[in-house]
């Protein structure tokens, strides 16, 4: 199984590259940056050198190279069915107003068709090997108002949606920052309620653990998925410690049989990714037969000024009775993934929530 975890049936290097192309399209164009790399087998240095420090914005300037390699390789597969059949006119569209921001400070920049050029070799070491195909069977829509058929996952029609302002680095950090601030505020949604799975609407993954863990937003909240390959050993864990009323994350898993993993697996698919390489990574689940849901828990990490600030204002001895219960605990189970306890390991404590 490759790192991206699509199915077996569309492994060869044509439908990975067109999985790839359809997954990291975003507000008209496509990013240079680790799903990008990660999709397409570039060499990330033989990339960077193609973009020289003095033509002006070094990160749009890779964005565009990336667009432009990504519009020929489209071209070549066919991607009308998937993000419009205007697609590689608004793409282009975006490379003209990102050339103009990028040498915006650049008193000599150089000529915008340097991107072609140094586009060639680099989309050349796939270009031969693809070939056209027909788009599979992911979910589709039809916009109300030019009535064109496109990919549901792209929410907006490519056909008729509004053009967006190429940002600068630091609109990009603003834009960051505020999305940041979005999923700081977001309530855990209740466990034992029903999840309305068909009105996800956002979607973050974050690292840790064993291949890391999305975090989906839902009408009643946040709830976290990943792939239910769990251990026996991580199941009884669960239960012993809901037994000794030790507080941790719930879980349950939804099995491939259930009529739930359909709902969802449309929910994941729906969502909008936080970064383009988290939608990227939706295909790690792919190969799941199982989904693993568990507790969204609203809190702070044990490590960085954060929790020393958390900690400084709390008074009540709560907080130190659940640690040393939590402490007990891992001894009993040999946990030494969390608390530098018995262990020569340091630990993990960003997987302690205070």
Not at 10 to 24: H, K, P, V, W
Not at 77 to 90: C, F
Request: charged residues 20%; hydrophobic residues 40%.
């Amino acid at each position: 199984m490759s790192a991206l975890a699509i199915p077996a049936e569309s492994s060869d290097a044509t439908e990975r590259t067109r999985l790839g192309l359809i997954s990291t399209w975003q507000d008209c164009h496509w990013c240079y940056n680790e799903a990008f790399l990660e999709f397409t087998g570039l060499e990330r240095e033989k990339f960077e050198s193609s973009v020289k420090t003095w033509w002006g914005d070094r990160q749009l300037w890779l964005d565009m190279l990336a667009t432009q390699i990504a519009k020929t390789w489209g071209c070549r597969l066919g991607l009308d069915q998937d993000l419009g059949i205007k697609w590689h006119e608004v793409a282009d569209e975006w490379i003209d107003q990102a050339y103009i921001e990028a040498t915006a400070s650049v008193t000599t920049p150089p000529a915008k068709a340097i991107l072609a050029s140094k586009s060639v070799p680099l989309a050349a070491s796939l270009l031969g090997g693809l070939r056209p195909t027909k788009a599979t069977a992911l979910a589709r829509t039809t916009c109300e108002l030019c009535g064109a058929s496109f990919a549901q996952r792209l929410e907006q029609c490519p056909s008729c949606l509004p053009r967006k302002p190429v940002l600068s680095a630091s609109h990009k950090e603003r834009d960051a920052e505020a999305r940041a601030a979005f999923w700081q505020r977001l309530s855990p949604a209740p466990f034992e309620e029903t999840m309305s799975w068909e009105e996800a609407t956002e979607l973050k993954w974050c690292q840790g653990g064993s291949g890391g863990v999305f975090v989906l937003k839902v009408p009643q909240g946040a709830v976290c998925l990943r792939g239910a390959q769990l251990s026996p050993g991580e199941l009884f864990a669960q239960l012993l410690a809901a037994a000794l009323g030790v507080r941790t994350a719930q879980l349950r898993v939804v099995g491939p049989h259930e009529s739930e993993i359909k709902s969802v697996r449309g929910g994941l698919q729906r969502a909008t990714p936080l970064e383009e390489e988290h939608g990227l990574k939706r295909w790690k689940l792919a190969s799941c037969d199982s989904l693993a849901v568990m507790e969204y828990v609203d809190g702070v990490p044990m490590m960085g000024m954060p929790a020393h600030q958390h900690i400084g204002a709390v008074r009540e001895r709560t907080l130190w009775v659940q640690l040393g219960r939590l402490m007990a605990f891992d001894m009993l189970i040999n946990n030494f993934d969390r608390l530098p306890l018995a262990w020569s390991n340091d630990g993990n404590l960003g997987n302690v929530m205070l």
